[in-house]
């Protein structure tokens, strides 16, 4: 590292400038090749990567022009962010995906940033090794946890109905065009659903769920009329439409969201109203899971909350209308 110092500017602001060009250039191939030759979002690119981009330009900077802790944190997250612009303007990644992200990510950086200064001012002899460590920590982990299978996990939410389960049920097998969306998530290119048809009826039966990108195909497994209705899914499109300058096909907008199965579980209470439950099965490929979870589980809960508010408006509406007509006959009588 010593040699290499002496190649560096002195000028502080040339200095750093330098450093951070030699690590986005590190980080962006060794994406590059995480994302194309490895196919893995993993731990090496959500947790490894932003923390190399922390420690790297510390590392590289070297104890010259003294440089301070605040400068290192500073040097890390610029050299985020014009990671994350060199992302989005190649058409690598979407807006979406790195505010996803950005929480992890910007966490991991100033970690890397704080262990690179000490480094370099604690164990300035031990800058070479760690730099290299670092570095191979990114091939190394993509390429062990590639072939760690996914876990299948679910999401089941509810709502109460004023309506008896055979009323819901008709709501539920296929419901008509939903209205647009006003929730902010949807408002970014997450796909939601528009509205669901079915083609037969009992097991074997096809329903076609309708999202903004496209439709679920869902063979139905289970049709116990009016309790539960359960389907595995057969074709699924991709889950969101990046915002970008550009449009953007990312690879984890294919195969790395994945529904297995769905259902719709009608349960009559004391009151004679209805308690529907919407539960679904899913893995994706994509790590930390425990993270990505949080943002998969709350965007699958709203998509969830969209549909059974739709069925609810549906089916009570369908209720006040057989009441009123059930009335209005018998009023009609002689």
Not at 190 to 196: E, K, R, S, V
Not at 264 to 286: D, V
Request: glycine share 8%.
């Amino acid at each position: 590292m010593k040699k290499f110092h002496q190649y560096l500017p002195e000028s502080k602001n040339k200095r750093i400038l330098v450093c951070i060009s030699i690590t986005l250039i590190i980080v962006i191939l060794l994406t590059l090749w995480g994302i194309y030759i490895n196919q893995d979002y993993g731990i090496a690119l959500f947790l490894i990567i932003p923390f190399l981009m922390g420690a790297l330009p510390t590392i590289l900077h070297g104890k010259g022009s003294n440089l301070k802790l605040r400068e290192a944190l500073g040097m890390g997250l610029f050299t985020m962010v014009i990671y994350s612009f060199l992302l989005v303007l190649n058409a690598i990644e979407g807006l979406v995906c790195i505010a996803m992200a950005s929480p992890i990510g910007f966490a991991c950086n100033l970690i890397g940033s704080t262990i690179g200064h000490l480094i370099i001012y604690k164990k300035p002899g031990k800058a070479p090794g760690a730099m290299l460590i670092l570095i191979g920590l990114v091939p190394t982990t993509g390429w062990l946890e590639k072939d760690i299978p996914p876990t299948l996990t679910s999401v089941v939410s509810s709502i109460e109905i004023e309506a008896d389960p055979s009323t819901v049920w008709k709501h539920v097998v296929e419901f008509p065009q939903l209205e647009e969306p006003s929730e902010f998530i949807f408002q970014t290119g997450i796909a939601y659903p528009i509205n669901a048809n079915i083609e037969g009826t009992g097991v074997g039966a096809i329903r076609h769920c309708n999202f903004t990108t496209g439709s679920f195909v869902e063979p139905i497994t289970v049709w116990d009329e009016p309790r539960l209705l359960k389907f595995d899914v057969l074709e699924q499109p991709a889950p969101m439409k990046e915002l970008s300058f550009w449009d953007i096909d990312a690879p984890h907008l294919h195969d790395y969201f994945v529904s297995k199965q769905g259902q719709f579980k009608l349960t009559q209470l004391p009151n004679g109203n209805t308690l529907l439950e919407g539960t679904t099965w899913y893995y994706h490929n994509i790590r930390p899971a425990i993270y990505w979870r949080l943002w998969s589980d709350y965007i699958i809960h709203k998509i969830h909350e969209r549909v059974l508010m739709h069925i609810k408006k549906n089916a009570e509406g369908a209720r006040l209308q057989s009441f009123d007509k059930n009335a209005h006959s018998f009023i009609q009588k002689p």
